[in-house]
């Protein structure tokens, strides 16, 4: 055989490998020491290839297709540095449990360490932040086939399992690196495999029943990427208690008129009302997924230590940073709207949350008709979003979207990276979301994530998307000024403000997108409302952090004056 033969037989194998066990799609950036797996990929039948020209947006990319779609997306690159930019998505991944199938193109072992060019350590280059990672033999004309399909299908199970996470695959490579485009691959055969159910125990059952006869309750549902079966709904009426709904739990969207009075979309603005807390204090929680993003929540939550505090979790992996829970239930939550529940009286404490709610949505429709501050334009943005993907960034974005997006019947979908809550990929994490929904999505962003991430945009002329942006430009980091280090005047700008006086006009231009610039709520609806006739759509919101924060504490005053009539 000769070495041509066996590249070419090897790459295939990989391939046919991952279509197999059920990977369908790739994304790839250009490098020379990647050839031959790229050549492979793009003659492979069942992988659609995505291209991406900078690794860090890739690696982004791929993480918005997998979270989107929760199935694992293989990324691929070459050697040296390349690899080495993927490592925040990485990060995120791990932390925001995504399945990904990380391949690093590499150096064959005899040119490693020894100044040989475009040649790092990319052994466990990802350390403790992926789930396994393997350093596969070259191709030989004996090939090991058989070794590589099981390591593969041990990639692929790894990173779809529970919890779900990156794995790393360190792939060497000696020229010449070119394949055989018309050599034809005989199957291996796979390895069948067969997942163990998570289901719930019958004392967890038994437990779950009792607990759930309780009347001041609370259902806490933490960042979900799926939407909840019909039968949740049926549930949660069955079971009234308030359901206190992340922004990322996806339960403020498609939401049935007849279950919406037990939707909380408001929990963060009453939680910061001290007589409303004292009123709320639960006697059970019961939470899915993880912490939502709420600050109030996560106080009001310590302060009261509830007796009975349980805890959803398919992993061994306890999320539980306040260390409250009393419970960790090591399943699916799918079987939790599966028990049967006692019919019960309408829960008076149920009552008060909804009515709290619908205090707080009144003074924000008061506080929108007086006020024009990034709250209320988030809100004017929000209220028009239609069957679409919205992708939220970090900071004040994430934070807008808890405080104004309220629970509505529209088909929305949000997204967020909350793993490592970092500012940076956004952009190319909204662009996977919208290939793996391939429906119109839109990315609510700051100015300065979206200058750390405007390479992103390249994606666009790679592939066909769809995708409208609005970037709340206050130049500078808006969430700081809500923070503490705000009240010390002395270098805030200089080391939190970071204003840059930049706006993106230009860059809208360079990238063939259409743009608007808009202060007003009017013209903010005009602009959202103006057929888009570009691939990319950037509409730049001016506003002003000092007033923003102004503002924001009129509705919290607003709020407590409608709750103290209550």
Not at 86 to 102: G, K, M, S
Not at 203 to 218: A, I, R
Not at 299 to 326: C, H, I, N, W
Not at 552 to 566: F, N, V
Request: aromatic fraction near 8%; hydrophobic fraction near 40%; charge should be negative.
């Amino acid at each position: 055989m000769t070495n041509r033969k066996a590249l070419t037989e090897y790459v295939s194998a990989f391939t046919h490998s991952l279509v197999e066990l059920g990977v369908s799609d790739v994304v790839i950036s250009p490098g020379s020491r990647s050839t031959p797996l790229a050549y492979a990929c793009m003659k492979q039948e069942g992988l659609t290839v995505y291209r991406q020209i900078d690794e860090r947006s890739a690696a982004y990319f791929a993480l918005g297709m997998a979270k989107a779609s929760g199935r694992p997306v293989m990324l691929l690159c070459t050697s040296g540095t390349a690899a080495a930019n993927y490592f925040p998505a990485v990060i995120e991944a791990y932390y925001a449990r995504v399945p990904l199938i990380v391949v690093t193109a590499d150096r064959p072992h005899e040119l490693r360490e020894v100044g040989a060019p475009q040649a790092i350590n990319q052994v466990n280059l990802f350390g403790a932040h992926v789930k396994w990672a393997t350093d596969l033999p070259m191709p030989e004309t004996e090939n090991q086939l058989a070794f590589l399909s099981r390591h593969l299908h041990r990639s692929v199970q790894s990173a779809s399992s529970e919890p779900k996470g990156p794995v790393h695959v360190n792939v060497p490579f000696r020229e010449p690196l070119r394949i055989d485009f018309e050599q034809a691959y005989e199957s291996l055969g796979e390895i069948a495999h067969f997942g163990g159910e998570m289901a719930l125990s019958p004392s967890s059952q038994e437990f779950l029943k009792n607990l759930m006869k309780k009347e001041k309750g609370l259902l806490i549902v933490g960042e979900m990427t799926a939407p909840m079966p019909v039968e949740f709904w049926s549930f949660i009426q069955q079971l009234d208690w308030p359901v206190l709904a992340d922004p990322l739990s996806n339960l403020r969207g498609n939401v049935p008129p007849e279950a919406k009075h037990l939707i909380i979309d408001s929990y963060d603005a009453l939680l910061k009302n001290e007589a409303f807390k004292k009123e709320a204090t639960p006697e059970a929680v019961i939470r899915i997924g993880p912490q939502p993003v709420s600050k109030p929540l996560s106080l009001f939550l310590a302060g009261v230590k509830p007796k009975v505090y349980v805890v959803f979790d398919e992993s061994p992996m306890l999320r539980d940073a306040q260390s409250l829970a009393t419970h960790h239930i090591q399943s699916s939550a799918a079987g939790l709207w599966q028990l049967p529940l006692e019919v019960k009286q309408a829960s008076s404490y149920r009552e008060k949350w909804t009515a709290a709610s619908e205090l707080y949505w009144k003074a924000v429709n008061s506080h929108c008709k007086e006020e024009l501050d990034e709250g209320v334009l988030a809100k004017v943005f929000f209220d028009k979003l239609e069957a679409c993907d919205l992708i939220v960034g970090s900071s004040m974005p994430i934070r807008d979207v808890d405080t104004f997006f309220n629970t509505t019947e529209r088909d929305v979908m949000i997204y967020a990276n909350r793993g490592a809550n970092g500012i940076d990929g956004v952009v190319s994490t909204a662009f996977g979301v919208q290939a793996a929904k391939r429906r119109p999505a839109y990315l609510f962003i700051g100015d300065l994530s979206f200058l750390h991430d405007m390479n992103g945009l390249i994606a666009s002329k790679m592939q066909p998307t769809d995708l409208t942006i609005v970037i709340m430009n206050n130049d500078g980091g808006g969430i700081f000024s809500y923070l503490p280090q705000s009240q010390e005047e002395r270098h805030f700008e200089d080391l939190f403000g970071t204003p840059t006086g930049l706006t993106f006009s230009d860059a809208a231009k360079m990238y063939d997108a259409q743009y608007a610039a808009v202060e007003t709520a009017e013209q903010l609806a005009q602009a959202l409302d103006q057929p888009k006739d570009k691939a990319v759509k950037i509409i730049e919101v001016f506003t002003d952090r000092q007033h923003n924060v102004a503002t924001h504490r009129k509705l919290w005053s607003r709020l407590d004056g409608e709750l103290a009539k209550q």
